[in-house]
C-alpha cells in the first residue's frame, strides 16, 4: 500500500503500479494530492536467498485436539509430520525459524520476503513486531533493511481451512451440518452418501501450512 506515481498526460492521468501476477490492489482516487508512504516500486533485485535452517512448529489453537510440537527442517504440509491429530486438525500452527542478517549484493533498501506457497493463510513477524498478514494468491511483503539484525527470529502464523476438521466430524458421526431447512445436496456424485445428501466422509486431509522454501531477495526502490 502507499501513493502511487502518477503522470499528467494532454489532460490525461497516469497512475504507476507494480504488481506480482494474480495480485490485486484497490486503488483510491482524490481531487487534492495525498500525502503518504510512497509506493513501493523494485528497481533492481540481487540474488535470491533461502531460508534454511530447523524451523520450529507450534499448534496454538484449534482442534479437534492440539498436535504436539515438532521440529522440520524441510517445509511440508502438516499433515505429513510424523505428529498424532495432524491429519484431522483445523486451526493455527506457529513456525520459528532463526537466522542470520541476509546477504545485502547490491546496497538493498528492503527485502522481498516470499513465502512461497502456503495453505491458506499467514500472519508474519520479524523479531516480535507483527509485519502483514498475508491471504494470497501471493504471499509476498517487503521488509526495509534496517529491521534486520545480526540474529533474525521469523514467526509465521499459518491458519488453514475447516477441511480437516469436517471431515473428522463427518468419520465421528458428529451433528457439524447445522442448517434450518436444508437438505443439502451434493453437486457431485463422488460427495454423495447412501442417502442421496453430502458427505465428506471419503475425501482426503487438505494440505495445510507452509509448504515450500522461503526466500529473501535483497532489493533497491525506485525513488
Request: hydrophobic share 35%; charged share 15%; net charge positive.
Amino acid at each position: 500500500s502507499g501513493v502511487a506515481k502518477t503522470k499528467v498526460t494532454d489532460g490525461k492521468t497516469f497512475v504507476y503500479l507494480q504488481l506480482q501476477p494474480g495480485e490485486s490492489c484497490i486503488l483510491q482516487t482524490s481531487n487534492t494530492p495525498l500525502k503518504g508512504t510512497p509506493f513501493n516500486y523494485i528497481d533492481k533485485k540481487g540474488n535470491v536467498q533461502e531460508i534454511n535452517g530447523e524451523w520450529k512448529v507450534q499448534f496454538t489453537s484449534g482442534g479437534p485436539t492440539l498436535p504436539g510440537t515438532t521440529d522440520v527442517n524441510n517445509l511440508r504440509t502438516w499433515t505429513d509430520f510424523p505428529v498424532d491429530g495432524v491429519k484431522n486438525f483445523s486451526g493455527t500452527a506457529q513456525y520459528n525459524i532463526s537466522f542470520p542478517r541476509p546477504v545485502n549484493d547490491i546496497n538493498a533498501t528492503a527485502y522481498l520476503l516470499d513465502l512461497g506457497k502456503v495453505e491458506q493463510s499467514a500472519e508474519v513477524l520479524l523479531n516480535g513486531k507483527k509485519l502483514a498478514t498475508l491471504i494470497g494468491p501471493v504471499y509476498t511483503l517487503m521488509i526495509p533493511a534496517n529491521q534486520f539484525t545480526d540474529n533474525n527470529v521469523l514467526q509465521v502464523n499459518v491458519s488453514n481451512s475447516m477441511t480437516n476438521r469436517i471431515i473428522y466430524l463427518e468419520k465421528q458421526g458428529a451433528p457439524w451440518k447445522k442448517f434450518y431447512n436444508v437438505n443439502f445436496p451434493a453437486r457431485l456424485a463422488a460427495n454423495r452418501g447412501a442417502n442421496g445428501l453430502f458427505t465428506p466422509i471419503k475425501w482426503e486431509p487438505e494440505a495445510s501450512g507452509l509448504t515450500s522454501t522461503l526466500t529473501l531477495t535483497p532489493v533497491t526502490l525506485m525513488k
